[in-house]
């Protein structure tokens, strides 16, 4: 019977480790749930493209849809922006002070891709098409914002891309969401800041609110808040959730720290 036992689990260890290995396999090829579309007689799955191996040698450079391509907001398009929304799937993205809002873009060797910029209701953004993602693992946004603006909202979201913010400002709301990338994030947050990290790591470095409280839950991975460290599998805990200022911190496999500056 333990012989009969430990082969079952055993087995059962080597068929999580399969799919584990499929799931980042099929999420790094592009594969997302909005690959799935409704169609007359049920859902029409996502069809692979073998285009999405280029990365593995080819040298050949995809079509590159806004190589070069930069762009800087007027003062009418800029008036009332209070929500920063960045949304890149792969790639870098650094963003820096300047005289206005702008966004520019540089080639890797595959160009870059699809992306969309602009206002939106008072949204800054700046969104990438998430197909092939690593085809555009060199490609590289720098972002613009003027000196001393200070957000009410800030979005923050990347699949294997990184990251790079230094100075910015926040003061009601912060979402942030890595999957197998990087955010790194020198600035001032406050009042809800949650961190969804999965495989990746987020790095934020603020000033210590004067108040505040957390709820963390983490996996495999680790969360570092302010010195103290959480992790251990099945980690979930809470302490002041009614504070002004709340971090919401879920950790799967990767690494959250919050560094009080």
């Known amino acids: 019977m333990k012989r009969f036992s430990k082969g079952l689990f055993g087995f059962a260890g080597a068929c999580f480790a399969i799919g584990l290995v499929m799931c980042v396999l099929g999420f790094a090829l592009g594969g997302r749930v909005q690959n799935m579309t409704l169609w007359r007689s049920g859902l029409e799955f996502f069809h692979f493209d ?68 602009g206002t939106d209701n008072g949204t800054f953004y700046l969104r990438t098409d998430d197909a092939d993602v690593l085809l555009w693992k060199k490609s590289a946004f720098t972002v613009t914002v003027p000196r001393g603006t200070v957000f009410r909202t800030v979005r923050l979201s990347t699949d294997i891309g990184s990251l790079e913010l230094h100075g910015i400002s926040c003061t009601e709301k912060a ?22 990290c999965g495989m990746g790591s987020a790095e934020l470095r603020i000033p ?38 709340v971090f919401d911190l879920e950790c799967g496999m990767g690494a959250i720290e919050v560094i009080f500056t």
Request: glycine share 18%; with cysteine.
């Open 175 to 196: 979402e942030i969401s890595v999957g197998m990338g990087s955010v790194e994030l020198e600035g001032s947050l406050a009042g809800g800041i949650r961190v969804d």
């Open 50 to 117: 073998f285009s999405s191996l280029a990365f593995l040698g080819s040298d050949e450079p995809r079509p590159s849809s806004g190589a070069g391509r930069a762009g800087v907001l007027s003062d009418d398009q800029a008036a009332g922006v209070h929500t920063l929304d960045i949304d890149v799937a792969a790639g870098s993205v650094r963003l820096r002070e300047g005289d206005a809002f702008a966004v520019e873009a540089s080639a890797g060797s595959a160009g870059v891709p699809e992306y969309d910029w």
């Open 208 to 245: 210590r609110p004067a108040d505040y409280g957390y709820r963390i839950q983490c996996g495999m991975g680790s969360v570092e808040l302010g010195g103290d460290s959480f992790g251990g599998l099945g980690a979930d805990t809470a302490e002041n959730t009614g504070a002004p200022t």
